[in-house]
T-cell receptor
Framework: DAKTTQPNSMESNEEEPVHLPCNHS???????IHWYRQLPSQGPEYVIH???SNVNNRMASLAIAEDRKSSTLILHRATLRDAAVYYC???????????FGDGTTLTVKP | DTEVTQTPKHLVMGMTNKKSLKCEQH?????MYWYKQKAKKPPELMFV???????INESVPSRFSPECPNSSLLNLHLHALQPEDSALYLC???????????????FGQGTRLTVV
């Protein structure tokens, strides 16, 4: 199974952009890149996903490297409510299953 | 309705007990999942059901027995568990099976299980 590597923790100031990196050097051509976040005492929540091209939605942007071996989740203006554990996940479409990375704990300072 | 509902929220059971966890969604999703999450760790996939058929079993011990009675319901039957099985059990659903890759999953809030 392809694996993802994320920094253990990151800090940001409120209303500043945040770039959360993820390394997935063993990604295969048919793996999708998904990001979820988990607030304390809640289940994970979908943030964004992509395959090859950069993606934008109302929550965030996803920048995918040209060789697909890394990606970056971008929160354009962090708020206190964005403090969570952010997981980078590969969806193996051949095997039909997902593998969570260890996650990055994002702290947002007022 | 974009909710995945899990019951109970908390469960304490003895090692000789039999109990069940329940998960329900009414979004018409055709894939449903069970994950196990230990404290400060990422969720670990246990089972995947696609179109009400078990498609993935991640070598889960037989003391955990999943069941999908219909497309809206997913159960996890528990028997003879060990204290190390204490964890948060998360259910999720997605419109399409994971083979499609292009589908978001909706997670429930989980059942906090303690085995004594």
């Amino acid at each position: 199974d392809a694996k993802t590597t994320q920094p253990n923790s990151m800090e940001s100031n409120e209303e500043e952009p945040v770039h959360l990196p993820c390394n997935h050097s063993t990604i295969s051509g048919t793996d999708y890149i998904h990001w979820y976040r988990q607030l304390p005492s809640q289940g994970p929540e979908y943030v964004i996903h992509g395959l090859t091209s950069n993606v934008n939605n109302r929550m965030a942007s996803l920048a995918i490297a040209e060789d697909r071996k890394s990606s970056t989740l971008i929160l354009h203006r962090a708020t206190l409510r964005d403090a969570a554990v952010y997981y980078c996940i590969l969806i193996d479409t051949n095997a039909g299953k997902s593998t969570f990375g260890d996650g990055t704990t994002l702290t947002v300072k007022p | 309705d974009t909710e995945v509902t899990q019951t109970p929220k908390h469960l304490v059971m003895g090692m000789t007990n039999k109990k069940s966890l329940k998960c329900e969604q009414h979004m018409g999703h055709r894939a449903m999942y069970w994950y196990k999450q230990k404290a400060k760790k990422p969720p670990e996939l246990m089972f995947v059901y696609s179109y009400e058929k078990l498609s993935i079993n991640e070598s889960v011990p037989s003391r955990f027995s999943p069941e999908c009675p219909n497309s809206s319901l997913l159960n996890l039957h528990l028997h003879a568990l060990q204290p190390e099985d204490s964890a948060l059990y998360l259910c999720a659903s997605s419109q399409s099976p994971p083979q499609y890759g292009n589908t978001e999953a909706f997670f429930g809030q989980g059942t906090r299980l303690t085995v004594v």
